[in-house]
């Protein structure tokens, strides 16, 4: 399975590659179009005029632009084939973005704001938007149908899934994945319910490849990108806990819609393809939110590092003057997707207190913490060299804190769907910092974890403007502890 995983990815690279290059064409041919329109035909007159050899370099530089807008929208991540509707739609709504952004870098820049250059502006604006509209989606389309006509013929470049449940809706649903190959999944056998004393050995001419409890061993083991699950029978807790257990990076799971109120609780979901598959709380960021989150992440704390300068060097001489001990305390925590990664903090416990204690939580009036680290909380002043984490990009300045390994693996086995939280970034602050106090319980932790799993599932840059200002507010107040 190894070697067929590495092919899809081959199909797919290529099919990206295909894409990028029709995006090249269509956006140099289209700068040469608008070229034509103004010049040649005077649609929109103009006392200068330029040799078609003098329009290469803008050609190149604006197109260097729109792919890299292209990019950040996500428009090169091709997981499966989208419809040809949806794909004019997707390129109609970005060059519409791109085609304002020009217009008020370019155009208001060098004509002014009198009315009349407004007015000229905005049909010379119009005209090239529907240019590189036109262009852009005929060729993208036109790569589309090329590859879902290949798909049709070869299946190449279908991500391998698997389903699980063997009954009617199970092999109703493999039935419909194969008559739809532009799904982009191939079905590469059932997962059976625990339980069942005999495995048949196919269902439908499909191997059956293992049981719902050896369901990540399978995954690993045959290289799975997509999980179905079809079961017969509606069972909550059933679902959630294979929900948990699916819980891998660039895994995709996917329900049938009679679980659908099972998972209200999840907050988002998508139908996928036009067919009867639901998608469990797929990626609520898109590309062009996840850059702009990156983009604002490393600007905010490189300000703030500058600013506080002056500050961080007195808290660095407060915290060595009045304890014994480095002044930054490095600490082991679990990143994005389980990776360890170095947290950094100002040292607010006397040395060596949890190594005598043990990992446990820090609670109100706690003895280990010194006078100074007591303000240094309080003010969550401790947090500052954390935005060098941020710059490292270990952490976002919003996201679910981050945990030692100890209390992961705890956590892991008694709150279901904790390891969602490692979906995303961990952050300096995040929605259940300021909806709820410090940890100094199991049941504390529990509580804060549905904020977290709120966040995940809610995450946008609104929210976080919206945290930050929390956060604010709860220094100002010093709520901290």
């Known amino acids: 399975m190894k070697n067929l995983d590495?092919?899809?990815?081959?199909?797919?690279?290529?099919?990206?590659?295909?894409?990028?290059?029709?995006?090249?064409?269509?956006?140099?041919?289209?700068?040469y179009v608008f070229y034509f329109l103004r010049f040649k035909l005077g649609i929109m007159p103009t006392e200068a005029s330029q040799a078609p050899a003098e329009l290469f370099l803008p050609a190149v530089v604006i197109t260097v632009f729109w792919l890299v807008l292209f990019s950040i929208f996500g428009m090169y991540n091709k997981l499966y084939l989208t419809s040809r509707f949806d794909e004019i739609l997707r390129v109609g709504k970005v060059t519409l973005l791109g085609t304002l952004v020009l217009f008020f870098v370019l155009f208001i820049d060098n004509l002014g704001w009198n009315t009349q250059n407004i007015n000229f502006a905005k049909s010379y604006t119009l005209t090239y938007w529907l240019v590189v509209f036109v262009i852009v989606?005929?060729?993208?389309?036109?790569?589309?149908?090329?590859?879902?006509?290949?798909?049709?013929?070869?299946?190449?470049?279908?991500?391998?899934?698997?389903?699980?449940?063997?009954?009617?809706?199970?092999?109703?649903?493999r039935a419909n994945l194969e008559r739809n190959k532009t799904s982009g999944m191939n079905v590469v056998g059932f997962v059976t319910e625990n339980g069942m004393s005999k495995l048949p050995k196919q269902i439908d001419g499909v191997p059956?490849?293992?049981?719902?409890?050896?369901?990540?061993?399978?995954?690993?083991?045959?290289?799975?990108?997509?999980?179905?699950?079809?079961?017969?029978?509606?069972?909550?807790?059933?679902?959630?806990?294979?929900?948990?257990?699916?819980?891998?990076?660039?895994?995709?799971?996917?329900?049938?819609?009679?679980?659908?109120?099972?998972?209200?609780?999840?907050?988002?979901?998508?139908q996928i393809f036009g067919l009867p598959l639901i998608e469990v709380m797929p990626d609520p960021m898109p590309s062009w939110e996840k850059f702009t989150k990156r983009l604002f992440d490393i600007l905010i704390s490189s300000i703030i590092l500058i600013v506080t300068l002056p500050l961080f060097l007195i808290l660095v001489l407060l915290v060595r003057l009045t304890s014994s001990g480095p002044a930054v305390f490095r600490q082991e925590r679990v990143g994005l997707y389980g990776r360890p990664f170095t947290m950094y903090k100002f040292r607010t416990m006397y040395e060596d207190a949890e190594h005598r204690s043990g990992p446990v939580w820090a609670k109100e009036n706690d003895p280990r913490i010194t006078p100074v680290g007591f303000w240094l909380r309080k003010l969550r002043l401790d947090e500052?060299?954390?935005?060098?984490?941020?710059?490292?990009?270990d952490m976002s300045l919003v996201g679910p804190r981050p945990e030692r390994q100890f209390f992961v693996d705890q956590f892991k086995k008694e709150i279901?769907?904790?390891?969602?939280?490692?979906?995303?970034?961990?952050?300096?602050?995040?929605?259940?910092?300021?909806?709820?106090?410090?940890?100094?319980?199991?049941?504390?932790?529990?509580?804060?974890?549905?904020?977290?799993?709120?966040?995940?599932?809610?995450?946008?840059?609104?929210?976080?403007?919206?945290?930050?200002?929390?956060?604010?507010?709860?220094?100002?107040?010093?709520?901290?502890?």
């Open 6 to 31: 590495g092919k899809i990815y081959v199909e797919s690279f290529k099919n990206i590659i295909n894409t990028f290059l029709a995006d090249c064409l269509a956006l140099i041919g289209s700068w």
């Open 137 to 173: 989606a005929l060729f993208r389309v036109l790569v589309l149908t090329f590859e879902i006509h290949q798909v049709k013929r070869s299946g190449k470049g279908l991500h391998l899934a698997v389903i699980i449940g063997t009954g009617e809706t199970a092999r109703d649903i």
């Open 384 to 393: 500052i060299p954390q935005l060098f984490n941020v710059l490292k990009g």
């Open 416 to 481: 279901p769907l904790y390891t969602r939280r490692l979906r995303v970034r961990p952050g300096i602050t995040g929605w259940a910092q300021v909806k709820w106090k410090y940890d100094e319980s199991f049941e504390d932790v529990k509580e804060k974890t549905k904020y977290d799993l709120f966040y995940v599932e809610n995450m946008s840059l609104r929210m976080d403007f919206k945290i930050l200002i929390n956060t604010i507010f709860t220094v100002i107040a010093g709520k901290g502890q």
């Open 208 to 270: 059956v490849i293992g049981r719902v409890d050896e369901i990540r061993d399978i995954i690993i083991r045959h290289s799975i990108k997509d999980v179905i699950v079809a079961l017969e029978h509606e069972d909550t807790e059933k679902l959630i806990k294979i929900v948990d257990d699916i819980d891998i990076a660039d895994v995709s799971v996917k329900i049938v819609p009679g679980f659908i109120h099972l998972i209200s609780g999840l907050n988002r979901t998508n």
